[in-house]
């Protein structure tokens, strides 16, 4: 039986008088790979982070694995969620292996313990450990931070992981390589649920199992990429189609 992870039911939000998302109702299974796409200000980013408890909805439930978040310990919640963003804030100051190993170092993991899940995670996104590990962050290209950043996020094995357009910063190669990356991290893993924020189109349908098209806080259309392409449910999701269409190579395979 498919479980529910991730659950939105009414909910708002709004900052003052703006109202940025104003009913808001779906539905996550664990397990899944989500995008969300939308253009810049529709709310991506606000909604993300309502699910790991960085902004409180203004009305409305949220479900994490069946519990309401409201009734949650924040800092549990957030250590048990992986957050990856665009700027990715690995500290400057300490290495590669420390950065990763931040959250297991707050849940008083042993020493041993957290060497081994360093390396491991190292060579989870291809970064060769004895080669990495005590290196800092200046001394990685832009992909090879947001490979740390991936790292730490999945450091202490959380079921749900939240990117936030991880690979916006990035040039187009090394964001096409990052992209199969994350995608196979997705699957090796079995079971997590990865929430993935982006304004890419091509990155939205190669990456999401189902994709969740926003414009302006609401949702347009949330379906397979398949379903998405062969039957846009609105205007606004045909538009954006028509603006890739004579891309269509660059879709590359899609999941289902
Ligand atoms: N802390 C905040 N205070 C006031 N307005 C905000 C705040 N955060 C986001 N907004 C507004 O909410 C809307 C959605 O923002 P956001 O979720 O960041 O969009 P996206 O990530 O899709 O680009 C925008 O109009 C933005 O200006
Ligand atoms: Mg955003």
């Known amino acids: ?14 900052f003052g008088n703006e109202v940025v998302i104003p009913d808001l109702n779906f539905k996550i299974n664990q397990g899944e790979f989500i995008t969300i796409l939308g253009s810049s200000g529709c709310g991506k980013t606000t909604t993300l982070k309502m699910v790991n408890g960085l902004l409180k ?13 409201s009734e949650l310990d924040l800092v549990r919640l957030r250590r048990h969620t992986g957050y990856v963003v665009q700027q990715i804030g690995l500290f400057p100051h300490i290495t590669v292996a420390e950065n990763i190993a931040v959250v297991p170092r707050m849940l008083q993991w042993d020493q041993e313990a957290i060497k081994q899940r360093v390396d491991e995670l190292l060579t989870l996104v291809q970064l ?3 080669e990495y590990r005590d290196r800092y962050p ?3 290209s832009g992909g090879q931070q947001q490979r740390v950043g991936v790292a730490r996020a999945l450091a202490a094995n959380p079921p ?6 991880p690979f916006g910063a990035l040039d187009a190669l090394t964001r096409e390589k990052l ?8 699957t090796a893993l079995q079971g997590k649920t990865f929430l993935f924020v982006t304004h890419d189109i091509n990155e939205a349908l190669f990456l999401g199992q189902r994709v969740m098209v926003m414009k302006d806080g609401r949702i347009e259309q949330f379906a397979t ?3 998405i392409v062969s039957h846009p449910a609105t205007n606004f999701v045909r538009e954006l189609l028509g603006t890739v269409q004579q891309n269509q190579a660059l879709w590359r395979d899609f999941n289902d």
């Open 57 to 69: 909805p203004s009305a409305g439930k949220i479900m994490v694995n069946s519990q309401q978040i």
């Open 160 to 165: 749900t992981v939240l990117f936030d357009e």
């Open 179 to 186: 992209q199969e990356e994350i995608k196979q991290i997705h």
């Open 1 to 14: 039986m498919t479980e529910t992870a991730i659950q939105f039911e009414h909910v708002r939000k709004s």
């Open 138 to 140: 200046k001394q990685l």
């Open 128 to 130: 060769a450990p004895a």
């Open 225 to 227: 990429p398949t379903e």
